[in-house]
């Protein structure tokens, strides 16, 4: 058997403790089994023991972190020890171990929005300071949620007199023509997650008035042509499904006193096989040019349920192969 190895982080009060720990030491039994250490509470630390020194030296760095939160006035959650566990295990900076992460003025219905993860104060910095900005990376890592507070805060600021939020309506397994209604009916369920995010955000019946009077605007990508969008606030979310001929019209859209994120991910296009996506084509294009910044996201920034990184994780180890090649096989068995 190791000798055992300690290591202990200070407390000031019970109540660390607890939001620490979390209801019934949920946190604390999910960090334990992770790591494979047992945490202790003394009188005035924490004590975490092990048989491997670099996982205590990990378990350690995640307490620290996590306490540094609550010292601020945030209140953890189990998305936060997630990701604090998945940043030390991936041995990436931890969010606390720069400039503390600022609330975005716009509050949901589970409180203020704030940066989670590395990645995401990277994303809300870099929207802060450059009119054009594109955030590319998996599900699940706050990339359309975020750019909407963002851009919710700039009307309220009076930064923007509009907010212009579009996506392609780009067919994946059912066809525009089949569903119900005019053109407007038919293009709603592709729009339907940016409205659910905007209601999360604001009062239904102030949401109401801004679309009524068209200070917000949800509409898909071909309604952008031609038109010039000024003191706007303009997000193109699912940007992956969008042509380089749509990509390339967007783009000029921008007008004066604007701001534009583009979100999207470059592994989940429902285009046609024959089509380039616009999205990866822009970051060959625009890539080095000034004034444009491209935030990257991975799996350890991916803030819904803990299943989501594990899914992105076994898809990134799968080869994946061709339906066609598929298909090759089976016949090749037959014969």
Sequence with gaps: ??????????????????????????????????????VVLKSDSIA???????????????LESLLHRIRKGERIQATDVNYEIRASEADVSSIDNHSPAESIPVFSKRGVIRPKTAGQ??????????????????AGTGKTYLAMAMAVSALKNGQVSR??????????????????GDIAAKVHPYLRPLYDALYDMMPPDALDK??????????????????????SFVVLDEAQNATIEQMKMF????????????????TQTDLPTHKVSGLADA????????????VYFSKVDVVRHELVQ???????????????QIVEEVEETEE
């Design 121 to 138: 104060k990277r994303y809300v910095e870099a929207i802060k300071h450059n009119d054009l900005v594109f955030g590319i990376g998996p």
């Design 210 to 231: 801004y679309i009524e009077r068209n200070i917000i605007e949800v509409a898909p990508i071909a309604f952008m042509r031609g038109r010039t969008l000024n003191n």
């Design 1 to 38: 058997m190791e000798k055992q190895t300690f290591k202990g982080v200070p407390i000031q009060n019970n109540a660390e403790v607890q939001a620490l720990f979390g209801q019934s030491d949920a946190f604390l039994k999910k960090i334990e089994e992770d790591f494979e250490v047992r």
């Design 251 to 266: 783009l000029t859209r921008l007008g004066f006193d604007s701001k534009a994120v583009i979100t999207g991910d470059i």
């Design 163 to 180: 907010i212009i939020l579009t996506r392609p309506a780009v067919e994946a397994g059912e066809r525009l023509g089949f569903l119900p």
């Design 310 to 324: 594990r899914i992105i994780e076994a898809y990134e180890e799968s080869t994946h192969p061709h339906p066609k």
């Design 283 to 294: 970051q060959r294009v625009l890539g080095s040019i000034k004034g444009i910044e491209f």
């Design 48 to 62: 975490v023991l092990g048989e491997n020194q670099k996982k205590v030296n990990k378990v350690v760095a995640v």
